[in-house]
């Protein structure tokens, strides 16, 4: 069974910074592509990043030079550390399997965890 479970979120003041887990279970995490996408109070889902097996990156314009993907293989783990929070990156985080080129395309998705940025 899949299971992608995500850790990490929580309130943050303008500025500062946090890091978000996702242990994953059931599939051969190190060849897989993963993705993290959001979804703000209200709006729809939204990509942030994904990152490829082999290790290339690859993010949404509004968060770039302030977050960063990455995994840990030997761990089935995935990662975003996020720095320079903004009110607008309020929202729940999902990380997610990619299944296809699209960056919306994926077919197992997290449960989420939310991060609030608010002073």
């Known amino acids: 069974e899949v299971q992608l479970v995500e850790s990490g979120g929580g309130l943050v003041q303008p500025g500062g910074s946090l890091r978000l887990s996702c242990a994953a279970s059931?599939?051969?995490?190190?060849?897989?592509?993963m993705r993290w996408v959001r979804q703000a109070p209200g709006k729809g889902l939204e990509w942030v990043s994904t990152?490829?097996?082999?290790?290339?990156?690859f993010y949404t314009d509004s968060v770039k030079g302030r977050f960063t993907i990455s995994r840990d293989n030997a761990k089935n783990t995935l990662y975003l550390q996020m720095n320079s929070l903004r009110p607008e990156d309020t929202a729940v985080y999902y990380c997610?399997?990619?299944w296809g080129p699209g960056i919306y395309d994926m077919d197992y998705r997290g449960k989420g965890t939310l991060v609030t940025v608010s002073s």
């Open positions: 997610a399997r990619g």
């Open positions: 059931g599939f051969l995490f190190s060849g897989s592509v």
């Open positions: 990152i490829s097996g082999g290790g290339n990156t």
